[in-house]
């Protein structure tokens, strides 16, 4: 039981970074930077963004030596806590597992890019008129349902049916 817990969590945070790697390829080598293909006008398009900082360009202007070792130190300890907390996760919570899961897969999505370049790419480009939300991608995408399933198990201290 225990081999195929681990076997489970290896497949899905791998189709993560798969799909998010994959994507992000794509957009690299299709899209130029900086540029803007408009999907659904006034709401949605895909661009072509590196980010230098974390979520919403957090830390974005800190030093990029200092920058890289704060996301390199913090990465490596949500994986340590993610394999923790996925260990003490009971067979009866896969919604939980999962969760974990996805989180360990956009982890490490966004950390094999701060490793290549040095920034996150980004191309899901959400928008309302002038409002525009940050551009993400899969690993973030994943990361956020994660931590939605995490946070609905922490507060309601069980799993959606």
């Known amino acids: 039981m225990l081999k195929n817990k681990y076997i489970k969590l290896l497949v899905y945070a791998g189709a993560v970074i798969l799909l998010d790697q994959l994507s992000k390829e794509l957009i690299i080598r299709y899209l130029p930077s900086n540029q803007i293909i408009p999907v659904l006008k006034g709401f949605f398009n895909i661009t072509h963004i590196h980010n230098p900082g974390g979520a919403f360009g957090l830390m974005a202007n800190l030093n990029p030596a200092l920058r890289s070792f704060i996301f390199l130190f913090i990465s490596s300890l949500a994986v340590g806590l993610i ?17 974990f899961a996805l989180i360990l897969g956009g982890a490490i999505g966004n950390l094999i890019d701060r490793a290549r370049f040095g ?30 399933i995490f946070v609905f198990h922490l507060v309601f201290k069980k799993m959606p049916e």
């Open 119 to 148: 920034t996150v790419v980004d191309f899901l480009d959400f928008y309302v008129g002038n409002l525009h939300w940050p551009a993400f991608n899969v690993a973030d995408s994943a990361i956020t349902v994660g931590i939605v």
């Open 83 to 99: 394999f923790y907390f996925y260990k003490k996760t009971p067979p009866d919570y896969p919604w939980l597992a999962a969760a």
